[in-house]
T-cell receptor, first 119, second 116 residues
Framework: AQKVTQAQTEISVVEKEDVTLDCVYE???????LFWYKQPPSGELVFLIR??????QNEISGRYSWNFQKSTSSFNFTITASQVVDSAVYFC????????????????FGQGTILTVHP | DAGVTQSPTHLIKTRGQQVTLRCSPK?????VSWYQQALGQGPQFIFQ???????QRGNFPDRFSGHQFPNYSSELNVNALLLGDSALYLC???????????????FGSGTQLSVL
């Protein structure tokens, strides 16, 4: 069975601070996908980043960066120079990797981290 | 380019009733997945439809059923509603065979169901 744990329930920062959201996962699959989604008050889950298990290269995309470490089963997400508009609930998610759409269609989500950025 | 649309936005039902939620996938997508999100929790996978067939199912009772139409839109039906069915129901669309690097789900804003 797959499991995703986001240990931080809530994080509060002041604008322009950097903030890192932690995610630890469990899976028996040898290949899998990891995701970060953002959920603003409107309710819609907004895709942020996706990582394949076989690609451990860490990247930066604008103010977002992520640290994927297979050895510790962690997939942490960092927002640099946070802004008030970043306030939302952030979810880490995991899917298996099989043939076709079943590979990533069934996501296992963490409990979410509520991020509040104060002006 | 229309995203994932869901209707209705909000719904209030009483215990024992039946409800139907609707979803239109993002243009060009052929696969629809449904998730239930209880207050303060992460979304939980209900089931996934492709080519009008249920392809995967999560840990939900048979009271939860679905359908996909030839135009790829989908319905989620819940029978004999319980108080515990109160939640945000999210629909997600995707491609069954995406281009490499494009494996991701696009979500709608959800239907907030309240069971009284």
């Amino acid at each position: 069975a797959q499991k995703v744990t986001q240990a931080q329930t809530e994080i509060s920062v002041v604008e322009k601070e950097d903030v890192t959201l932690d995610c630890v996962y469990e899976t028996r699959d040898t290949t899998y996908y990891l995701f970060w989604y953002k959920q603003p008050p409107s309710g819609e889950l907004v895709f942020l980043i996706r990582r394949n298990s076989f690609d451990e290269q860490n990247e930066i995309s604008g103010r977002y960066s992520w640290n994927f470490q297979k050895s510790t089963s962690s997939f942490n997400f960092t927002i640099t120079a946070s802004q008030v508009v970043d306030s939302a609930v952030y979810f880490c998610a995991l899917s298996g990797s099989n043939a076709g759409g079943t590979s990533y269609g069934k996501l296992t989500f963490g409990q979410g981290t509520i991020l509040t950025v104060h002006p | 380019d229309a995203g994932v649309t869901q209707s209705p936005t909000h719904l209030i039902k009483t215990r024992g009733q039946q409800v139907t939620l609707r979803c239109s996938p993002k243009s060009g997508h052929d696969t629809v997945s449904w998730y239930q999100q209880a207050l303060g929790q992460g979304p939980q996978f209900i089931f996934q439809y492709y080519e009008e067939e249920e392809r995967q199912r999560g840990n939900f009772p048979d009271r939860f059923s679905g359908h996909q139409f030839p135009n790829y839109s989908s319905e989620l039906n819940v029978n004999a509603l319980l108080l515990g069915d109160s939640a945000l129901y999210l629909c997600a669309s995707s491609l069954w065979y995406p281009r490499q690097g494009n494996e991701k789900l696009f979500f709608g804003s959800g239907t907030q169901l309240s069971v009284l």
